[in-house]
């Protein structure tokens, strides 16, 4: 800004206020003139001390005026408020949150008023226990009773020094009473230990503390030693407005005790979202006589620990309104494989969370809103990891007015499916399939590659699921080679590729199972590279018997359909099926 500009804006302005006036006393010019002339041996320290002071008030008040005339200055209080509420990193709990705002502060007086007398401005609170306590206590005086979202990181585990100094101890606890000031008003909580070690005191020195305005309560631990343990007792007070816990170990071996865990649950009636991940250390024997935790609420159930310690988890708790379920076994030494037993008791708990089963069930392949209550879906897909595979339920609820959909996904090791223990007739998933009575009501199996993390010789002994239901209108096929789903069962082959569809065509006939077959789809399905001609029409040759034999494999079937596989209607019409049946394609 020029001098013109910085005239110009300082006229708009409305007049300063008395306190901000450049208000000289009589005898400050003669003052100024005496210490500016040549011969000052007269005047005494003091005179000069004066003078000087006068000259930094003056500038002082001039800067003031300056400041003023800048643009950014002219904007209200709340605007200016606004925009430092943008300065501060919301997203990542490991931030330093309202510290950002430091900076700002010191800028210009008027910035610094406005600054601390937001307490917004300072909610966003991150407090390291090594740090200084006296910090923790001036966000905590800053934020006054606003609703706070407090990151906690504990780095003292790091050292290598297991016995905290006098003089940690002593910060750590006067930060520990600066947290019980903050937790009264606390609204989103993520508590952070970099390594949790055996016998130490982890949150165990917390005396239990009223939170009722936490909704969020993240607890993270980087590395878990054997045998630690973190208390929860802290929130066993209740924590009524809770509607997200997550609970998470990426390191595994677990640090909090499942009894403890449904103690807070007990308590946390609001509850929408739990996640957790690595955290229990023990599964819920049933000689603990643990009560169920009631949570009418919970609609978001995600947990990644081995199978038996979440079929207890699933065991006590008491909710039917779940939509999202992800239940992910997590790895485990070789040898210590769930037995046919825990599947069964697996599948039984998580009958009892899932949506019921509609009765009489009124099937429509297109599940019309209001054509009726329920429609399951099962998609078998492989994960993201080599080692697992992907079972998934849908469930779409219609009504006229809202429809509604339940998603349901149980990750678990391929050994389960193509390993056969001593003295079991089956793999151990049959015990699953067998105890979970949704199946025997599903309108559409899927089953959904890529083919290159698919274990297609398995994919045999995975279809076999298809026994327990008659109720099945629909196959899909999607990302699959033709070797998947030969080896699959569920289409007629003449010829099976492997020893494993071989031994199992002997053993099993899905046929009955799939008498009501009315529609055969065909989703983005690979070919090999290695064929000269091109891949449509390598794929229209491998499935041309196949497809022929359809209509008399599936007395009931109405319609095939090729979704993305680059397949023509000229090469649809030369498949020669029969008239009765409609084949289509999309792209």
Not at 140 to 157: C, F, G, M, Q, T
Not at 188 to 193: E, L, R, S
Not at 269 to 282: F, G, I, P, R, Y
Not at 445 to 458: L, M
Request: net charge negative; with cysteine.
């Amino acid at each position: 800004m020029n001098l013109k500009e910085t005239q110009s804006a300082s006229r708009a302005l409305p007049p300063c206020s008395s306190s901000s006036e450049l208000n000289m006393s009589v005898g400050t010019p003669c003052i100024l003139q005496e210490l500016l002339n040549s011969d000052t041996r007269h005047l005494s320290a003091k005179d000069f001390e004066a003078g000087i002071a006068e000259c930094e008030r003056i500038a002082r008040i001039l800067k003031e005026k300056f400041n003023a005339c800048l643009k950014i200055n002219t904007l209200p209080d709340e605007i200016l408020e606004t925009i430092f509420w943008e300065i501060i990193d919301r997203g990542d709990p490991l931030s330093v949150g309202s510290m950002g705002v430091f900076p700002s502060s010191m800028v210009c007086r008027r910035w610094r008023d406005v600054t601390f007398s937001s307490a917004r401005l300072w909610s966003y609170i991150y407090i390291n226990f090594d740090a200084d306590p006296a910090t923790s206590g001036q966000l905590a005086s800053r934020a006054y009773s606003y609703p706070v979202n407090l990151s906690i990181h504990d780095e003292s585990k790091l050292h290598d020094d297991r016995r905290l100094s006098s003089e940690r101890a002593s910060r750590r606890d006067s930060t520990r009473r600066k947290l019980y000031q903050l937790f009264p008003h606390t609204k989103v909580m993520y508590w952070t230990f970099a390594t949790l070690r055996s016998g130490e005191d982890n949150l165990n020195g917390f005396e239990p503390s009223p939170m009722p305005h936490v909704e969020v309560l993240d607890v993270f631990a980087g590395k878990v030693e054997e045998n630690s343990i973190l208390s929860l007792r802290l929130f066993t007070v209740g924590l009524p407005t809770l509607h997200t816990m997550v609970l998470h170990c990426p390191g595994g071996g677990g640090f909090i005790r499942p009894s403890e865990l449904l103690q807070v649950l007990r308590f946390t009636s609001q509850l929408k979202s739990l996640s957790v991940e690595h955290a229990l250390v023990s599964r819920i024997s049933e000689e603990d006589n643990l009560l169920p935790a009631k949570l009418p609420m919970l609609r978001r159930l995600h947990a990644l620990e081995r199978l038996d310690r979440i079929s207890s988890l699933l065991r006590h708790l008491d909710t039917t309104g779940l939509t999202d379920v992800i239940l992910c076994e997590s790895t485990c030494p070789p040898g210590r494989m769930a037995t046919a037993e825990t599947l069964k008791a697996l599948a039984e708990n998580v009958a009892r969370i899932l949506p019921p089963i509609p009765n009489p069930p009124r099937l429509n392949l297109n599940g019309e809103p209001g054509c009726r209550p329920e429609t399951f879906h099962v998609m078998l897909e492989p994960s993201l990891s080599h080692t697992r595979f992907n079972f998934k339920i849908l469930s779409v609820v219609g009504s006229n007015q809202v429809p509604h959909t339940m998603t349901f996904q149980c990750l678990m090791r391929w050994d389960y499916i193509r390993v056969t223990p001593p003295g079991h007739e089956r793999p151990p998933i049959h015990a699953f399939w067998g105890a979970l009575p949704h199946l025997r009501k599903v309108l559409s199996f899927w089953i959904n590659g890529p083919s290159a993390r698919f274990e297609v010789d398995a994919v045999g002994y995975a279809t076999d699921c298809v026994a327990y239901t008659s109720s099945l209108r629909m196959l899909a096929f999607k990302m699959c080679n033709v070797d998947m789903i030969r080896n699959s069962g569920l289409l007629p082959f003449a010829v099976s590729l492997s020893s494993v569809g071989e031994e199992r065509s002997q053993t099993l006939d899905l046929r009955h199972h799939l008498s009501n077959i009315r529609r055969i789809r065909f989703d983005s399905l690979e070919v090999d590279d290695d064929t000269e001609v091109p891949s449509s029409v390598a794929l229209i040759e491998a499935l041309r018997d196949t497809l022929q034999s359809c209509p008399t494999y599936f007395n009931e079937l109405e319609e095939i359909v090729f979704v993305k596989c680059g397949v023509s209607d000229g090469q649809v019409a030369s498949l020669d099926v029969d008239d009765e049946v409609l084949i289509t394609t999309d792209g």
